[in-house]
Each structure stands twice: as structure tokens, then as C-alpha cells.
């Protein structure tokens, strides 16, 4: 189940023009999310998420910013608190782009996101993301290419609940709006786990992106997009894949 959360937007300096941060927007449903498809797992007392992706080859006929992450926290209103690490996959310009990153969002500071400099990355690349708590109130990010085997981590405090964990494919909240998708085509994630155990997914705990209704002639006119479907759990309960199926609606966050 993912109720809805209310979590601060787009309102500081930005590190980039595009001024990008991951929070979860308010659902239409429990399956139902306006930026956020995959898994999110709830519970309490979680000190580590991690998985591996293969880096989405983007298509370059709808422009969007999209995101591919793991993390922990975010998903209820009584936790607005969200560690993360994953990848950027955008299209501007009929260019795509695509990079590794960090971010950590608290009730007082939704804090852009910041490059991993260090570790490039490119489309077909097998890369793993891992957030994981260490000691005296410390958590470290870590982003790995498994491919190209270059890696790099940030460790800072982080004081959230952690009362969810998750594996999610995103339409990306830029600049106060969350973007329309770019075709990213397929994800799969794989090797899942939580508390370094395998999570045993449930298809209940599954999430898939749907547009907010659009407004026509200053009336609510159009429906919601589905933007994307979140597959059942494989039979061994810690993979899933995510298939994009329409760009979808830009929106205020």
C-alpha cells in the first residue's frame, strides 16, 4: 500500500538548470502513483536496500526526464524522509542523456539531486545501486557499473524512519513539475533485497505511473495516463520488470 505524501518541491537554488529531485507524489490509488513505478515495500526498522538494472536505452520521440533508483523512505505522509541512489535517463533536444546520482530528501530540505561524477554511464550498462545504514546515525549510498567495474559512494547522516523500501522507475520532478516520460522502453530489476535478504515481493506492493487528469478550456477534460505497467514478482520474489507504455501528462508536483 502506498498512501499519499505530501513532501516539499522544486523551491531551492537548483545545482543544475534542471533543478531534479525524486520525492513520491500523491497517489490516485494504491497502485497508482503520479511519478513512481516498481516496488515500494512497507515495514519499519530497514537498514538497507539494494538492486540491479541494466541502464534503459532511451528513444528519442517524446522529450522527458526520467529516473531509475533504489532507496529507502519517502512513501507515507508520516515519513518524509528518502535516501537514494540510481540514474538519470533524459531526453532534451531530441538528445538523450544519461548519469549517475545521489540524493537525500528530508521534511525541511528537498535537496537536488547530485551527480556521480566519477562513474559514467550509458545505455546497456549493468549497474548496481545500494543504500545501507552504518553507524552513529550514518548512511552510505553506493552507485556501482558493473560493467565498466568504476564505482563511488557518499556516506552522510540521515535520521529518517525508514519505514519503506523501494525499487523505482520515475518521471523525474523538475523544477516543481513532474516530467512527462521519455520512451525508456523496459526495465528489469534483479538481485533485490532488503536488510540484506531477499524481500519477498508481493504483486500488492507493486506501483505504476498514472498522469495526473488534464485540464481543457480551464475544465478537468482529460483523463489520466497510464503511463507504465510494474510486472508480478518472478518466482523468486526479488526481480520485476517495469514496461513503458505512453509518455503521459506533465504536471505541477
Known amino acids: 500500500m502506498v498512501p499519499a505524501v505530501a513532501v516539499p518541491s522544486g523551491t531551492a537554488a537548483a545545482a543544475r538548470s534542471a533543478f531534479a529531485v525524486h520525492a513520491m507524489n500523491e497517489p490516485h490509488a494504491a497502485t497508482q502513483s503520479r511519478n513512481w513505478s516498481g516496488y515500494v515495500k512497507p515495514g519499519s526498522g530497514f537498514t538497507s536496500a539494494v ?6 536505452t532511451l528513444l528519442t520521440a517524446y522529450p522527458g526526464y526520467s529516473s531509475t533508483w533504489v532507496g529507502i523512505g519517502g512513501a507515507s505522509s508520516a515519513d518524509r524522509y528518502l535516501i537514494q541512489t540510481g540514474i538519470e535517463a533524459d531526453v532534451v533536444g531530441g538528445r538523450a542523456s544519461y548519469y ?30 545500494k543504500v545501507a545504514k552504518g553507524s552513529s546515525g ?46 525508456w522502453q523496459y526495465v528489469l530489476f534483479t538481485g533485490c533485497a532488503v536488510n540484506n535478504v531477499n524481500p519477498g515481493l508481493v504483486s500488492s506492493e507493486a506501483v505504476n ?17 497510464q503511463e507504465d505497467v510494474t510486472s508480478n514478482p518472478t518466482s523468486t520474489k526479488n526481480s520485476f520488470s517495469v514496461k513503458w507504455l505512453a509518455t503521459g501528462r506533465r504536471s505541477r508536483a
Open 209 to 225: 505511473i498514472v498522469s495526473a487528469p488534464g485540464v481543457l478550456g480551464g475544465l478537468l477534460g482529460q483523463g489520466p495516463i
Open 51 to 56: 538492486g540491479s538494472f541494466r541502464v534503459p
Open 100 to 129: 549517475a546520482w545521489w540524493e537525500v530528501i528530508t521534511p525541511t530540505n528537498a535537496a537536488p539531486e547530485v551527480r556521480f561524477t566519477t562513474v559514467p554511464v550509458k545505455p546497456g550498462d549493468s549497474v548496481t545501486a
Open 138 to 183: 550514518y548512511w552510505t549510498m553506493t552507485f556501482v557499473n558493473n560493467t565498466t567495474r568504476k564505482s563511488a559512494y557518499k556516506t552522510v547522516a540521515f535520521s529518517g524512519p525508514a519505514k519503506s523500501a523501494e525499487w523505482i522507475e520515475e518521471d523525474t520532478d523538475v523544477n516543481g513539475y513532474i516530467s512527462t516520460a521519455p520512451d
